[in-house]
Structure formats: structure tokens, C-alpha cells
């Protein structure tokens, strides 16, 4: 459980330097799909930011960025595909990493989800911006990592329940192999 910590702790610090980045990161799609002449369609999928990455983008800043989403998001993906192996999980669990599987899906249509507070990263952009073109693909990660951590604090609660029902459990069920060398004053037979 603390490598699965770990692991998220990390993606969420690559996640930080990213969001810092955020206004390169809309530079760079808008850029990428200047050059592929595709103005009209919003950016609703991380294939479609891997298409214009890998056809249309010209500039080493955009191809950066835009491998460091898509890092991001494989990141994401790997560390849902080993939540699955630690822990068989319960209907919670399995439904936040179900959710998570859904959203990562490289096909996913991302163009109606919005993260919403305490992420601000669709107040950051333009209303034309954050209500058509980019709003799902910047909301992605934090979403995804908001389901990461409430699965995280859940395990953590039932494991640590499950932990304590067991050491319960051991107390009441202990019986002394032997009996006491000494015998408590005032009771001796003779």
C-alpha cells in the first residue's frame, strides 16, 4: 500500500509542474491543430492529443508538453492496472477504479466532463476555451486523481478496520498454554 502511495504522490507532483504549464499546454493544441487545419473539433481525447503530438506538431515546447500530458495520463493508467493486482477490492473500490479505467480509455470522448472545485484548471481558461475546446482534456487528471486518492482513503479505512476486528478477534480467542508459576496470596491449600 505505501508503494501505491508513493506511486501517486509522484504522478501528482509531475501532475503539479504540468499544471503550471497549463497555458502551454492550450498553446500547444491550438498550435497543433492550426497546423493540422482541424479548428472546429474540440479536443475530446487523449488519442487525439497522441495524433496531433505525433502529425502536427512542429515546434520541441509543444512536443514536450504534450508528452508530458501524455505521460501523465499512462502514468495514471499503469497505477490503476496495479490498484487492481494489490487489491481484490470491494463494489467502492472496483466502481472508482471502473471509473478511472473509463475516463484513461485512449479513445474516451473527455468532451463533457469538467473538474470541478477545488481544481481550477478550467477557470483558467477562456469561456470559449473551457466550455467547448479544452475543458475536458485539462480536467482529465484531476479527476482522475481525485478517484485515486478517494480509493486510497478508502482502502486505507477498511483495511485498517478489517486490521482491528482481527487483533479483536486474537484477544478474545488467546488462552494460556500454561498456568501461572505463582499463585495469588492469601489462597494456598495448606
Given at each position: 500500500m505505501n508503494e501505491?502511495?508513493?506511486?501517486?504522490?509522484?504522478?501528482?507532483?509531475?501532475?503539479?509542474?504540468?499544471q503550471q504549464q497549463q497555458f502551454t499546454f492550450t498553446r500547444a493544441l491550438d498550435h497543433t491543430r492550426e497546423e493540422a487545419h482541424d479548428l472546429i473539433r474540440p479536443v475530446?481525447?487523449?488519442?487525439?492529443?497522441?495524433?496531433?503530438?505525433?502529425?502536427?506538431?512542429i515546434s520541441a515546447t509543444d512536443r514536450r508538453i504534450l508528452n508530458m500530458f501524455i505521460s501523465i495520463c499512462n502514468d495514471l493508467r499503469n497505477l490503476c492496472?496495479?490498484?487492481?493486482?494489490?487489491?481484490?477490492?470491494?463494489?467502492?473500490?472496483?466502481?472508482?477504479?471502473?471509473?478511472?479505467?473509463?475516463?484513461?480509455?485512449?479513445?474516451?470522448?473527455?468532451?463533457?466532463?469538467?473538474a470541478t472545485y477545488p481544481h481550477g484548471v478550467v477557470n483558467y481558461l477562456s469561456f470559449e476555451e473551457a466550455r467547448h475546446t479544452y475543458g475536458g482534456v485539462v480536467s482529465l487528471i484531476?479527476?482522475?486523481?481525485?478517484?485515486?486518492?478517494?480509493?486510497?482513503?478508502?482502502t486505507k479505512r477498511h483495511l485498517l478496520h478489517q486490521e482491528k476486528d482481527f487483533q479483536k478477534f486474537l484477544?478474545?480467542?488467546?488462552?494460556?498454554?500454561?498456568k501461572a508459576p505463582w499463585r495469588p496470596p492469601g489462597k494456598h491449600p495448606y
Open positions: 501505491v502511495v508513493e506511486t501517486l504522490r509522484n504522478i501528482e507532483q509531475n501532475y503539479k509542474i504540468f475530446a481525447s487523449i488519442v487525439q492529443v497522441q495524433v496531433l503530438k505525433d502529425h502536427h506538431c492496472q496495479k490498484l487492481e493486482t494489490v487489491h481484490p477490492g470491494d463494489q467502492v473500490t472496483n466502481g472508482l477504479l471502473e471509473r478511472c479505467k473509463v475516463l484513461l480509455n485512449d479513445s474516451n470522448d473527455l468532451s463533457a466532463i469538467r484531476p479527476i482522475v486523481i481525485d478517484h485515486l486518492k478517494e480509493w486510497v482513503t478508502y484477544l478474545e480467542n488467546q488462552r494460556p498454554k500454561q
